[in-house]
T-cell receptor, first 115, second 115 residues
Framework: AQTVTQSQPEMSVQEAETVTLSCTYD???????LFWYKQPPSRQMILVIR??????QNATENRFSVNFQKAAKSFSLKISDSQLGDAAMYFC????????????FGKGTSLLVTP | GAVVSQHPSRVICKSGTSVKIECRSL??????MFWYRQFPKQSLMLMAT?????????EQGVEKDKFLINHASLTLSTLTVTSAHPEDSSFYIC???????????FGQGTRLTVV
């Protein structure tokens, strides 16, 4: 079974600064997807960024980018120019066809953004 | 992104009664729907995967007779918590995926409180 590990229960960043959230995963598959989701206090799951394993290029979405290291099975999220609205729980998730495309989530990282 | 509507957002029910949660895909055909449960300050745990017209596949430890899942159409899946008990109190969230699409979209979630 695949496991997703987020080793940082909590992180803090000052407004306008950059923060990196770490995620590692374990799989024997070669074809899969990785995701970062944001869950604000409303508890709505919001997709931040998606990475296909077959793509070598790191995904980027505005202030959000990932560092995908396939051999190391590492998938970190970098948030640049942090904003107060970025404060939330962030979940790293793994998905592949063998699990019926269900998401396997890490335990999450709570991000606090200070003014 | 595509829209998934989950209803109700909050429900309080008496111990021993049943409660039904609906998950609708509003602008796409959801060939697969997923049901997750999230306890306070924890991650999302997959309960079951349902494919339209088929019986749901439950994760280990999830009682299928207690958590009845129906996916009778391409736009609607329901989760019925039967004979609810206080320990069933949790946040339940669905997601829906269109065949061939890399990602699923989440509903708003349902906070169930059993008293």
């Amino acid at each position: 079974a695949q496991t997703v590990t987020q080793s940082q229960p909590e992180m803090s960043v000052q407004e306008a600064e950059t923060v990196t959230l770490s995620c590692t995963y374990d799989t024997s598959e070669s074809d899969y997807y990785l995701f970062w989701y944001k869950q604000p206090p409303s508890r709505q799951m919001i997709l931040v960024i998606r990475q296909e394993a077959y793509k070598q290029q790191n995904a980027t979405e505005n202030r959000f980018s990932v560092n995908f290291q396939k051999a190391a099975k590492s998938f970190s999220l970098k948030i640049s120019d942090s904003q107060l609205g970025d404060a939330a729980m962030y979940f790293c998730a793994y998905q592949n066809s063998n699990s019926g495309y269900a998401l396997n989530f890490g335990k999450g990282t709570s991000l606090l953004v200070t003014p | 992104g595509a829209v998934v509507s989950q209803h109700p957002s909050r429900v309080i029910c008496k111990s021993g009664t049943s409660v039904k949660i609906e998950c609708r895909s509003l602008d796409f055909q959801a060939t697969t729907m997923f049901w997750y449960r999230q306890f306070p300050k924890q991650s999302l745990m997959l309960m079951a995967t349902s494919n339209e017209g088929s019986k749901a596949t439950y994760e280990q430890g999830v009682e299928k007779d207690k958590f009845l899942i129906n996916h009778a159409s391409l736009t609607l899946s329901t989760l019925t918590v039967t004979s609810a008990h206080p320990e069933d109190s949790s946040f339940y969230i669905c997601s829906a995926r269109e065949q061939g699409a890399p990602e699923a979209f989440f509903g708003q979630g349902t906070r169930l409180t059993v008293v």
